[in-house]
C-alpha cells in the first residue's frame, strides 16, 4: 500500500463482508474471554470490590504494552487516524486510584513486537470492540459496585455517549484498510483470535 493514502470510502449501510468475517472467525475466542471468571462474576452481579479492582489491575499492562506498541507505526497518522484518543491506559489508572488500590509494578505483557501494521488493526478492533462489552458490564456492576464515570468506572464508561460513533470509525478504518491491502484480512482476523486468547490466558493466570 505504497503513495497517497485515499481512505475515503462512503460508510456502508449494511455490514462489510470483511466485518461479518471478522465477527464471526472471532466469536468463539469471544466467547471464551465472556466465560472468563472475572466476566462471569460481573455479568452475575456478584462481584467485589476486590475483584473489580484487581480485573482491572490484570488489564493495565494489557493496555499499557498495547498503546505504547500503536506508538512505533506512523501509519495512524498517515491515514488520519486519531489514535492518541484511544488510550485508555489512563482511564484504568483513573479508576485503580478512585478506589484506593495501586497501579501493578509491572506494567509488562508479552506480546511480541509487530511486523505489519495489520497486527495493530486487529489489536484496536479487539480492545475497541470491548467498550461494547463495556457498557453492558457497567450496567450490571454499576448498583452492585456504585460506580459512574468519576467514581471508579471510567474505564467501562469509555466514550460514554460516543461509544457507537467511536466504533463506526474503528470499522470504518478497517475495511478502508482492507478494501486497499486485501491481503491484511487474513493478518487481522488471525492476530484477533490470537489476542483474544493471549487475553484471557493473562486474565486466567491469576484467578483469585
Ligand atoms: C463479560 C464480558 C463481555 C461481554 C458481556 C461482552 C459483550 C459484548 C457485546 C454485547 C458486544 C456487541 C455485539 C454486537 O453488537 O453485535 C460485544 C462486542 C465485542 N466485544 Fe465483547 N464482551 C465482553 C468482553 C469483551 C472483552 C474482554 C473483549 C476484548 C478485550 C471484547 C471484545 C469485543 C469485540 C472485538 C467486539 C466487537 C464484535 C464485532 O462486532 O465485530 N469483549 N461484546
Do not use: C
Not at 67 to 82: H, I, K, L, N, S
Not at 97 to 104: F, G, I, N, T
Amino acid at each position: 500500500m505504497k503513495g497517497q493514502p485515499n481512505l475515503t470510502m462512503p460508510h456502508a449501510q449494511t455490514p462489510h463482508p470483511f466485518l461479518k468475517r471478522l465477527k464471526n472467525l472471532t466469536q468463539p475466542a469471544h466467547q471464551q474471554l465472556e466465560a472468563n471468571l472475572y466476566a462471569q462474576r460481573m455479568v452475575a452481579g456478584t462481584i467485589s470490590q476486590a475483584d473489580y479492582a484487581a480485573y482491572l489491575q490484570r488489564l493495565w499492562p494489557i493496555h499499557v504494552t498495547v498503546e505504547a506498541e500503536y506508538q512505533r507505526w506512523p501509519d495512524w497518522a498517515a491515514y488520519g487516524f486519531d489514535i492518541t484518543s484511544r488510550q485508555r491506559a489512563p482511564l484504568l489508572a483513573q479508576d485503580l486510584a478512585y478506589l484506593a488500590y495501586p497501579l501493578p509494578a509491572d506494567s509488562h505483557f508479552p506480546l511480541s513486537p509487530g511486523h505489519d501494521f495489520a497486527e495493530m488493526l486487529a489489536y484496536l478492533y479487539v480492545l475497541e470492540g470491548s467498550t461494547l462489552g463495556g457498557q453492558v458490564l457497567l450496567r450490571k456492576i454499576k448498583p452492585v459496585l456504585g460506580l459512574t464515570p468519576q467514581q471508579g468506572g471510567a474505564y467501562f464508561y469509555s466514550y460514554g455517549p460516543q461509544v457507537g460513533s467511536q466504533w463506526q470509525a474503528v470499522q470504518q478504518f478497517l475495511t478502508d484498510y482492507v478494501t486497499q491491502k486485501p491481503t491484511a484480512e487474513t493478518v487481522i482476523i488471525n492476530q484477533a483470535n490470537q489476542f483474544f486468547e493471549m487475553i484471557d490466558q493473562w486474565l486466567t493466570a491469576k484467578l483469585l
